[in-house]
T-cell receptor, first 115, second 114 residues
Framework: DVKVTQSSRYLVKRTGEKVFLECVQD?????MFWYRQDPGLGLRLIYF???????EKGDIPEGYSVSREKKERFSLILESASTNQTSMYLC??????????????FGSGTRLTVV | QKEVEQNSGPLSVPEGAIASLNCTYS??????FFWYRQYSGKSPELIMS????GDKEDGRFTAQLNKASQYVSLLIRDSQPSDSATYLC??????????????FGQGTILTVHP
């Protein structure tokens, strides 16, 4: 089974801190994604990456950046954490075969609280 | 119009009944369709994927896809209290520059009561 591992399950940070959320997948997937999930707003795509050193903005990239230096690792960076970034953060990875998207798997999530 | 819409919940069914969850999507180029189950405080877990028109069965779960009507559904037979969760419909168009992004519906909360 594909494994997507997020480094922290729970995280508490102070306003203004720089925060790194790490995600590692073990199945050589090309595509990796960062979402946040909030009650009533569903899953919202922050950034995604389709190759090493490549990144694309999702629907809500403001206040975030990403880094993908190796294929298996995709990091989400909160440049200066704010209380409105308190949320559940979910990483996912996928690959696309000839017949379409395959293997879209989520990590266990990081619940970030900014105080 | 939202890209992926699910029937509004919450949905409550008695134990042993069939739960029916529905989803419509707007992008006719969509090629891959998924149902995820998410328990409170947990991450989404893939339970069914379907790529061509018709029915796909896996245990108590059946996914149905009708591309002409842009409609995908999930039936849960013999519903159990452990099926109580939020069910997310997700759709992908893997062509072009979409890079296999999934578009999610808002989710339907299902409660199975004993």
């Amino acid at each position: 089974d594909v494994k997507v591992t997020q480094s922290s399950r729970y995280l508490v940070k102070r306003t203004g801190e720089k925060v790194f959320l790490e995600c590692v997948q073990d199945m050589d997937h090309e595509n990796m994604f960062w979402y946040r999930q909030d009650p009533g707003l569903g899953l919202r795509l922050i950034y995604f990456s389709y190759d090493v050193k490549m990144k694309e903005k999702g629907d809500i990239p403001e206040g975030y950046s990403v880094s993908r230096e190796k294929k298996e690792r995709f990091s989400l960076i909160l440049e200066s954490a704010s209380t409105n970034q308190t949320s559940m953060y979910l990483c996912a990875s996928s690959w696309v075969g000839r017949q379409g998207l395959r293997g879209y798997t989520f990590g266990s999530g990081t619940r970030l609280t900014v105080v | 119009q939202k890209e992926v819409e699910q029937n509004s919940g919450p949905l409550s069914v008695p134990e042993g009944a069939i739960a029916s969850l529905n989803c419509t999507y707007s992008d006719r180029g969509s090629q891959s369709f998924f149902w995820y189950r998410q328990y409170s405080g947990k991450s989404p877990e893939l339970i069914m994927s379907i790529y061509s028109n018709g029915d796909k069965e896996d245990g108590r779960f059946t996914a149905q896809l009708n591309k002409a009507s842009q409609y995908v559904s999930l039936l849960i037979r013999d519903s159990q209290p452990s099926d109580s969760a939020t069910y997310l419909c997700a759709v992908a168009n893997a062509g072009g520059t979409s890079y296999g992004k999934l578009t999610f519906g808002q989710g339907t909360i299902l409660t199975v009561h004993p």
